[in-house]
């Protein structure tokens, strides 16, 4: 089975993902808080233009069998609003929490501006650790 590159898409060949700058204000965000000491926010337009942030309350060595799913992980994804395929500058863009340890409370999906998501993102990871 051959795998389907679409070589339009703007991350090839050197071209920055539309939502490059949406990943460096999120990760500037939340690399301020303690409570995740493991934190991943990658990017990339293959599919369509989306945001993954992957983490973990608990500190990578303390893993059981060093498998992140074994702690208290998520993995939230920001990708634009109503079925848009590539990320506008300045667009709604959709928040969903994909996965989750079961010790951790829902985070409900929500369509706005990321000057709306990073609060709420940000109050939802603090509450976690009470």
Not at 71 to 89: D, N
Request: with cysteine; glycine share 6%.
């Amino acid at each position: 089975m051959d795998v389907v590159h679409d070589v339009d898409r703007p991350d090839v060949n050197g071209v920055p993902p539309k939502m490059k700058g949406v990943r460096d204000e999120v990760s500037v965000a939340l690399s301020r808080l303690s409570a995740v000491p493991y934190l991943t926010v990658t990017t990339d337009d293959n599919l369509m233009s989306s945001v993954w942030i992957k983490g973990s309350f608990q500190p990578r060595a303390q893993w059981e069998h060093n498998i992140f799913q074994n702690s208290p992980y998520f993995q939230i994804r920001l990708c634009p609003a109503k079925g848009q395929r590539y990320y506008e500058e300045g667009a709604d863009m959709e928040m969903e929490l994909c996965t989750k340890c079961s010790t951790l409370s829902k985070l409900r999906r929500y369509t706005g501006p990321l000057s709306k998501i990073l609060p709420k993102l940000e109050k939802w990871i603090l509450s976690q650790g009470e």
